[in-house]
């Protein structure tokens, strides 16, 4: 059976102060009720008191990216390496924001895979498509293409999230119909690409307290990425028991 996780991407919000205060107030709730591992993904200069705050809590931290390299004349960036030494154990990798905005490669992301792995990180790999692919009827294509470039060659462990782009922020998540029907061609794929069955598949994409129940229940839906519910603590404790 595959774990099941709850993530917060809290993208480029919260400063160390902010992140603290919402680890205060998840760990005075009881984290024993829900299924599912809660994972934070706070911004880099976060990391640090973040890991620090949830000590003794069961939460673990997730980076929201890094470089493909461990080392080097890479100005700016940060290693699955740097990050393992802080206590991170896990790391979102191919976001929607980062391919679209930043321009990764599937190839970069690929790297990324297997520097996480080696250094002892659970990537999750997230993969979705545009709009205009789902319109124009290339929604199993673009996943196919994603997943095959992102895990060639990745032997180990890791989570995948889909994401469709066109959900992202929208506060128009896709419909359960939807989830369920990409969840079976995802899991299809991974199976014609030989990946065992019991890797996570995360969804994500305007994730809410009003739909999460509905999309927990969805067939191979293993636990959410959540973007801007995970921003407010209620409302990411309420997700977190859906689950
Ligand atoms: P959202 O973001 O929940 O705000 O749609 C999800 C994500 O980007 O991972």
């Not at 970069?108 to 319109?135: F, H, Y």
């Not at 896709?174 to 969804?203: F, K, P």
Request: glycine content about 8%.
């Amino acid at each position: 059976m595959a774990n099941k996780y709850c993530v917060a991407n809290w993208k480029m919000n919260f400063n160390s102060q902010q992140g603290k205060e919402f680890i205060s107030s998840l760990n005075s709730k009881d984290l024993n009720n829900g299924q599912s591992q809660i994972i934070l993904c706070p911004s880099f200069t976060s990391i640090f008191s973040i890991v620090d705050a949830s000590k003794n809590s069961t939460v673990r931290i997730g980076a929201q990216n890094m470089h493909f390299e461990n080392s080097g004349a890479f100005t700016g960036e940060v290693s699955a390496n740097m990050l393992n030494e802080l206590g991170v154990n896990f790391v979102i990798l191919g976001h929607s924001e980062r391919r679209h905005i930043f321009g990764e490669s599937d190839k970069m992301i690929q790297s990324k895979m297997i520097q996480s792995i080696e250094n002892g990180l659970i990537p999750i790999l997230c993969i979705g498509e545009k709009l205009s692919d789902r319109e124009s009827g290339n929604t199993k294509k673009v996943l196919r293409s994603q997943l095959e470039f992102g895990l060639e060659n990745v032997s180990g462990e890791y989570i995948i999230a889909y994401e469709p782009v066109w959900a992202i922020g929208t506060g128009k998540s896709a419909t359960s119909e939807m989830v369920a029907e990409t969840h079976g061609v995802i899991r299809n794929i991974l199976a014609d690409l030989s990946i065992h069955d019991n890797v996570s598949l995360l969804y994500g994409g305007s994730v809410s307290p009003e739909n999460a129940s509905q999309l927990s229940a969805v067939q191979y839906v293993d636990g959410f990425l959540i973007g801007g519910a995970s921003l407010d603590v209620e409302k990411f404790y309420n997700i977190y028991l859906d689950l």
